[in-house]
């Protein structure tokens, strides 16, 4: 077992027994209860990250319709987090966890991927929602002026290989399938599973129809649904169907001119 899965595996397993958090210096509800959906902008170049509770809980978001674009692009973190550094390397996420608590519970991810995931066991999400919560729990340790962000340091910061990356091998079986470069739209997933202790019975995983995507420049992020196409058969339906009426309306109107000029 390598020192990264131990580290994220106490983590987990410590954060579940906790059973909820929240950001107390943000008063952000990032895990248990309404499980926020929250922006992680990790600064890869200097290993920290800023932290944005977009205030929408998993029960009231709606997959299938555009959210207005939010900006943060004034507040004193992300200021503080971006300028002075806008040529270092960024990538960015978007998640929220929610569960009943305990090992034996049901909870829910909703995650952002760069890659299409499978279904995993309930001891797969466990372990990720654990790690979320354990994240929670340390940011919450640290100081914020604002109410629904945080500016994470080395030491708590969302990319580390024990949090990011260990909730995305647990989601994904990759370290690093959550995130992406902003400006990249990244699709989002929702799993859930009645049995985070079972090894065994695979979780319920669906995708949502839209897509988050981050603009650094303007400190905005969107949620954006693209309409899906119709299946090429079926235009081709439509478009005979169509060509027909026409050719029906001109026969109509041929004949009515013709019956018009017999009766003249």
């Known amino acids: 077992m390598s020192t990264t899965f131990k580290v ?14 929240a950001l107390a210096n943000t008063g952000t509800t990032l ?13 890869t170049t200097n290993s920290t990250s800023f932290l944005f509770d977009t205030g929408i809980s998993q029960a009231s978001f709606n997959g299938a319709v555009n959210n207005s ?7 004193t973190n992300w200021t503080t987090f971006y300028s002075g550094h806008t040529g270092d390397s960024f990538l ?34 466990g372990q ?7 994240f929670a729990t340390q940011a919450a340790g640290v100081a914020s002026s604002t109410n629904n962000t945080a500016l994470l340091p080395t030491g708590n910061y969302w990319g580390d290989a024990s949090r990011e990356g260990f909730v995305s091998v647990n989601l994904f079986g990759s370290d690093t399938a ?4 902003p400006g990249t739209a990244l699709a989002f997933y929702s799993e859930s599973s009645g049995a985070l202790n079972d090894a065994n019975t695979l979780a319920t995983l669906s995708t ?18 693209t309409a899906v196409p119709l299946p090429a058969p079926l235009v081709l339906l439509l478009s005979g169907l169509g060509l ?3 050719v029906a309306r001109r026969g109509k109107n041929g004949a009515n001119a013709y019956a018009f000029g017999a009766a003249a």
Do not use: C, E, H
């Not at 994220?8 to 958090?21: D, E, K, N, Q, R």
């Not at 990720?128 to 354990?134: E, L, N, R």
């Open 92 to 125: 960015f996420s978007v998640i929220s966890s929610t569960s009943t608590g305990g090992r034996g519970a049901t909870g829910t991810i909703f995650f952002t991927g760069n890659t299409l995931p499978s279904a995993v066991a309930g001891a797969n999400l």
């Open 178 to 181: 959550l995130s992406a470069t």
């Open 8 to 21: 994220g595996l106490l983590a987990g397993i410590a954060a579940l027994a906790y059973g909820g958090s």
């Open 69 to 75: 674009p939010t900006s943060f692009f004034s507040d």
């Open 128 to 134: 990720a929602i654990g790690t979320i919560d354990a």
């Open 244 to 246: 027909m009426g026409l």
């Open 208 to 225: 949502f129809a839209g897509k988050w995507n981050l603009n650094l420049g303007t400190g905005q992020l969107s949620y954006s649904v």
């Open 31 to 43: 895990n248990q209860g309404t499980g926020d959906l929250f922006l992680n902008v990790v600064d």
